[in-house]
């Protein structure tokens, strides 16, 4: 059969992706990817060292990174991104800054990390103050606080699950749990979900939807830099960052329930409540942000597997039995 009438595949564009050895979603990533945008993903090389500040030190080295995007040059992509949260916040503004010089100089093209797309989607949103879900340990969302504050964004909440492994592995009701309890307190204008390892795509419209508030996640916020700096525009449903449109729905209304008729959130919004409930106003100097740590949270095992149905359940990897 003659398929030459065809005229062969369609034009790609192509955006590198250098992501940690433990990286385990590449197809997430490819989820907000439109069809004529080829992903290209080469990994660090593997340390044993479980997830930590040393961790993210050791992926973030400029040699380490060098190499990678040498590796990706190969195929000639337009922009190359660095997929990893943690080691692109862990050296401050000023290490994230280095990092992407030292990645595009070496591929000679733009390049730009997650952690410098978190900052520029809180800039697209105009979002000031943010809650946060973490994976991490305390130190390590300690760090991610830290490199937000530099940048003039205050955390208002966070919540963290203190895990140093297999964080790709979290249902997604863990993290719509860890989702309510970050923004119960302190009037947010966002949440940011940290760590390129940690499934989001499904739950983001959701909890836009649940919380009233613009929803960003790690490896929503790199695709979404990273093909902005083709100009092209990431796809997925529903999510305020990629849909104009939605901002001035369900993300932009006021939170319903006992705490409404405070206003909508933003620099004037209600004072955060501390670990007790609403205390009023914090006194200067009386401590972080109200967090909660969710230690020792049960990663999936027989029991979840019932729930595979539920759209808030963990999602299928490759290597999972099909759901009965």
Known sequence: MDVSFLGGPEPQRGVGIVAP???????????????DVSLHLTRTPFVPVEVSLDLARLVSEHETLREA???????????????????????????????????????????????????????????????????????????????LGEAGIEVTGRSYLGLTREIWRVPYRDVTDMARDAT??????????????????????????????????????????ALHRIGKQAVGPYQALLDPVARTGPAAMTPSGPDAGTGPPGPGAEPERGPGGADGPPEPGAGPAPEVALAGSALPGPAADAELADPLAEPLYPDDPPPR
């Open 21 to 35: 050895f433990d990286f385990a979603l590449d197809r997430e990533l490819w989820r907000w990817v439109p069809d």
């Open 69 to 147: 995007v040498q590796a990706l040059s190969a195929v000639s992509p337009e922009v190359v991104a660095y997929a990893c949260t943690s080691g692109s916040f862990v050296g401050g503004q000023a290490g994230e800054l280095a990092m992407s010089a030292a990645m595009s100089h070496a591929g000679e093209m733009p390049a730009l990390t997650t952690s410098g797309a978190l900052l520029a989607a809180l800039r697209e949103l105009g979002a000031r103050r943010v809650a946060l879900v973490t994976p991490y340990t305390k130190s390590v969302t300690d760090s991610l606080e830290d490199f």
């Open 184 to 225: 119960a307190a302190g009037a947010p204008d966002a949440l940011f979900i940290s760590c390129t390892n940690l499934p989001t795509y499904d739950v983001i419209p959701q909890l836009e939807a649940e919380l009233r508030m613009p929803v960003l996640s790690a490896n929503q916020v790199t695709v979404w830099a």
